[in-house]
């Protein structure tokens, strides 16, 4: 097999486990590029496994993938945008234009993706933190 097949067997196997034997899913599943080594076409196979698997599970997928992103199904609401500022990394609701443009499907989340556009509404993006975190100064230990 494939080193894309394998991987998406265990993605499967991650979405549709159930906790102790007790039929019930696992309440949360992180994947992270799930689309990696995957033949590009088998993409859309993906996307309609993690769209099932969020029927039972909560499912938070991160990807560069346009491909994965390609999808007139895909719900706006359900995208987020990650942006870095100042040393902090933020995560956010998509901005008017780029929710408008989907939902009027003008554009795929996978085009504006390409196309740079998918951008965070500064009315939601969270506070921004005075200062940045160090882990590893003596100070904070």
Same mark, same amino acid.
Request: aromatic share 2%; no cysteine; proline share 6%.
């Given at each position: 097999?494939?080193?894309?097949?394998?991987?998406?067997?265990?993605?499967?196997?991650?979405?549709? !486990?159930?906790?102790?034997?007790?039929?019930? *899913?696992?309440?949360?599943?992180?994947?992270?590029?799930?689309?990696?080594?995957? *033949?590009?076409?088998?993409?859309?196979?993906?996307?309609?496994?993690?769209?099932?698997?969020?029927?039972?599970? !909560?499912?938070?997928?991160?990807? *560069?993938?346009?491909?994965?992103?390609?999808? /007139?199904?895909?719900?706006?609401?359900?995208?987020?945008?990650? +942006?870095?500022?100042?040393?902090?990394? *933020?995560?956010?609701?998509?901005? /008017?234009?780029?929710?408008?443009?989907?939902?009027?499907?003008? +554009?795929?989340?996978?085009?504006?993706?390409?196309?740079? !556009?998918?951008? #965070?509404? #500064?009315?939601?993006?969270?506070?921004?933190?005075?200062? !940045?975190?160090?882990?590893?100064?003596?100070?904070?230990?």
């Amino acid at each position: 097999m494939s080193d894309g097949t394998v991987r998406a067997l265990g993605i499967l196997v991650a979405l549709f !486990q159930t906790g102790n034997g007790t039929g019930a *899913h696992v309440p949360l599943v992180g994947l992270e590029e799930p689309e990696i080594a995957l *033949h590009p076409a088998a993409a859309g196979l993906l996307l309609d496994g993690l769209k099932e698997a969020s029927r039972s599970t !909560q499912v938070i997928v991160t990807s *560069h993938s346009p491909d994965l992103l390609d999808d /007139q199904q895909l719900d706006a609401d359900s995208l987020l945008a990650v +942006y870095a500022e100042a040393g902090s990394t *933020h995560i956010a609701a998509l901005d /008017q234009a780029g929710r408008t443009a989907i939902l009027n499907r003008l +554009y795929t989340p996978g085009e504006l993706l390409r196309l740079n !556009q998918m951008r #965070p509404d #500064p009315e939601s993006a969270p506070e921004k933190l005075d200062r !940045q975190l160090r882990l590893l100064d003596k100070e904070s230990v």
